[in-house]
């Protein structure tokens, strides 16, 4: 089985971190991982803006590079929910784009649905506030969310839940908008920084050490008004915690070596 | 013709009040949460969307049919009916009913449709009084203002705002504050001014194709004395306002004030079937541009709305700027999808007001896609050519270059060194938007790629930039 790792190119440049702990992630579960080194951007910052023009060469690139394999495994909800959902707008006539859809998952959606991994050999003692990423929630169902009354698993939380010492602060907000959204956060700047001011305040209030997030693009805007605040709260990646690194590594970007048998 | 509206600068004025900001966010959404309490409370809540989801879509696919059907039955009950193509035919009809029974004073109950078409404006240059009896929409009639949301129309201003204007116009004490005290000066001001009028005029929320009949809900009661005092009624609906079946209206009116208000139900729920004896019903069924959106394959379900105003509760970008910064008559993420339908370039910045959460569309209980929508919507400005040139050529840019890994690549190590050894003043600065508020992420000497040709297939790594900080790091 050949897993090809879809890493966001921000997470790619800013963040390699992250994508190296999914990497251990999955090899840690005995799958043999490929990073295609062509893959850039899938095209989503085009796409919101409406500029489909601009994506959909992006898109077609992924598809070009990605079909070779049996799985597509991405550390971000945002941008496998623009495979997923918003590609038939770019490639809608290519033939393999339904298959590939079909074969891409968020990290915490592959590893609780296609390919379970048990963390409970793992511990995180600290308190974690969940950030619920939008598109993971609300467009591809990762857990259940507040405006519907439908009962869904919680994918992010259930793994997370599995570590020994980690505990989860309850928010006042559980699922709202961190106000990221992509070129929002400049376009909006006013509303998108009241947004995530806001969002860290209810971390704060709830007594969370470390802010937990499956979309790094959402800890990205968070964690720049935490840094600017001075504020006591760390933030980190899914992938992160699962792969065992402490919150006091997680916030230095730079790539830690492996970090021993946490799986 | 009107001037192009930019939510973000209007946004932020309001923003800027950072206490009432979150004080106008707070209100939302304690509204918001009783919505969620009282959706829990009934098992069949996402069943009843669904299917109040599907008649609307039957509705709207066999508008025409439903409409006929409704005319010829509200006829048979003695209503005249009239129609109008858009927002002026629909003054001039409600102008016309007006001065045949030499009227100059007319009550109005809420209604977005003459919000729409600037009706009130319409009627005062021509000699009539039109009092709004919504105690909501008749306070920001006294403070000229226009409604900041379809349900709560003066949700953005405080009690004390009130009791200053109340004191202006009413003559109450000036200072007061209290509600109970500022609410009866209210109920005895708009008494006098019901059983003074000749003419009453009222929305309606839902109207029957089967029986001819239509209901109105308020929560205050207005509608009822505005249509039962003075001698004549005129209700003036969009088109779209139809349902086919009286059994359908028991899924609609359940959901309604649920997802407004978190009410069971709205106070008052009216049943109108043609006049009483003596007295004129007239119904006005106006299209302004909705056969326009039955026409779009993309937003034809945006027809279905049935005005709760849910999606304004549920907006993180509506709850902090507030519903003046939309400059629209229809406000949020539904104001936004219908808006740019009215005038696509006048309301362009609307559908990226928005930061794609999707709270609206799942908190629709029609099941609107309204994120999805908005980002239609974006499709179709940047298509038009209505997006500032900066934006598309900047999309262009990173198009180019993310065609081009290697040159993306370089620029990212680039990007990322220049970020490690510029001076803070070179990055933090007025060019750089992000960085007014928040801190950029501390940039890594390695990327992803980079580490994987290294660690993964043993090969060394031109980046164009490898540098002996990246050895250093590791």
């Not at chain 2, 696509?344 to 999805?372: E, F, M």
Request: charged share 20%.
């Amino acid at each position: 089985m050949r897993v090809g790792l879809f890493v966001p190119c921000y997470i790619d440049q800013m963040y390699p971190d992250v994508a190296v702990a999914t990497l251990e992630l999955l090899e840690g579960a005995g799958l043999k991982v490929e990073f295609p080194a062509a893959q850039t951007c899938c095209g989503q910052p085009m796409a919101n803006t409406g500029c489909n023009d601009a994506a959909r060469p992006l898109a077609a690139r992924f598809l070009d590079l990605f079909d070779p394999f049996d799985y597509i495994v991405c550390p971000s909800g945002s941008c496998t929910s623009m495979v997923r959902n918003h590609f038939s707008d770019l490639v809608g006539n290519d033939p393999r784009l339904a298959s590939i859809q079909s074969r891409t998952f968020e990290l915490c959606e592959f590893l609780h649905d296609v390919h379970p991994v048990d963390f409970s050999g793992n511990r995180f003692p600290f308190r974690v506030g969940l950030h619920q990423s939008c598109h993971g929630l609300r467009e591809l169902r990762l857990g259940g969310d507040s405006e519907q009354m439908i009962e869904r698993p919680d994918k992010v939380r259930s793994l997370l839940a599995q570590v020994q010492g980690l505990s989860f602060v309850e928010l006042q907000r559980v699922d709202e908008c961190c106000g990221f959204g992509g070129t929002f956060a400049v376009n909006e700047r006013a509303v998108s920084v009241a947004m995530g001011e806001d969002r860290v305040q209810d971390h704060l209030e709830a007594g969370a050490e470390v802010m937990v997030a499956s979309d790094m693009s959402c800890l990205m805007h968070l964690w720049g008004l935490i840094s600017r605040q001075g504020s006591p709260l760390a933030v980190m990646h899914v992938a992160q915690v699962l792969a065992g690194r402490s919150p006091s590594v997680s916030v230095k970007n730079s790539i830690k070596p492996k970090a021993g048998n946490v799986l | 013709m009107a001037t192009v509206s930019e939510h973000p600068e209007k946004a932020a004025a309001y923003i800027a009040d950072r206490s009432r900001s979150r004080w106008h966010d707070g209100a939302l959404w304690f509204v918001r949460s009783k919505r969620d309490r009282m959706a829990h409370s009934l098992p069949e809540w996402e069943r009843l969307r669904s299917t109040a989801s599907q008649i609307k879509a039957h509705t709207i696919a066999n508008l025409p049919e439903i409409l006929q059907q409704f005319e010829a039955n509200a006829k048979a009950r003695g209503v005249h009916v009239h129609w109008a193509a858009d927002a002026q035919e629909h003054n001039e009809i409600v102008l016309e009913i007006i001065r045949k029974q030499n009227a100059t004073r007319v009550v109005k109950s809420k209604s977005m449709l003459t919000e729409e078409c600037h009706l009130n404006p319409h009627l005062e240059v021509n000699g009539i009084e039109v009092i709004d009896t919504d105690l909501g929409e008749r306070i920001v009639q006294m403070r000229g203002e226009r409604p900041s949301h379809i349900v709560l129309p003066a949700i953005h201003i405080k009690k004390e705002e009130v009791g200053e204007t109340f004191a202006k116009y009413l003559g109450t004490e000036p200072g007061a504050s209290d509600p109970q005290y500022l609410t009866e000066a209210a109920r005895q001001h708009l008494r006098s001014k019901f059983l003074e009028a000749e003419v009453g005029i009222t929305g309606v929320n839902f109207a029957i194709a089967e029986t001819g009949g239509f209901v109105v809900c308020t929560n205050e009661g207005n509608a009822d004395l505005g249509a039962s005092l003075p001698r004549v009624h005129i209700a003036c609906m969009g088109i779209e306002k139809l349902i086919p079946r009286l059994v359908d209206l028991s899924v609609f009116v359940r959901l309604l004030a649920r997802s407004a208000t978190g009410q069971p139900i709205t106070t008052y729920t009216s049943h109108f079937h043609g006049p009483r004896p003596g007295c004129e019903l007239h119904i006005v069924l106006v299209d302004n541009g909705r056969s326009r959106i039955r026409d779009s394959d993309e937003f034809r379900s945006a027809l279905g709305c049935i005005r709760c105003g849910a999606c304004m509760n549920t907006c993180p970008v509506f709850r902090r700027s507030g519903g003046h910064s939309y400059d629209a008559v229809v406000p949020g993420p539904i104001g936004s999808v219908l808006s740019p339908a009215a005038d696509t370039k006048q309301h362009r910045s609307l559908p990226y007001a928005c930061s794609l959460c999707g709270s609206c569309t799942d908190v629709c209980p029609v099941k609107i896609p309204l994120h999805h929508q908005l980002l239609t919507w974006r499709q179709q400005i940047a298509s038009q050519g209505l997006l500032p040139v900066s934006k598309t050529a900047a999309m262009r840019a990173g198009s180019m270059l993310f065609q081009h890994p290697r040159i993306y690549a370089l620029a990212g190590a680039l990007g990322r060194r220049a970020l490690r050894w510029l001076p803070k003043s070179w990055i933090y600065n007025r060019a750089n938007p992000w960085g007014l508020d928040r801190d950029l992420p501390e940039p890594p000497v390695e990327s992803f790629r980079s580490w994987w040709q290294t660690n993964r297939q043993g090969t060394s790594v031109d980046e164009g930039m490898k540098s002996k900080e990246a050895k250093n790091g590791k």
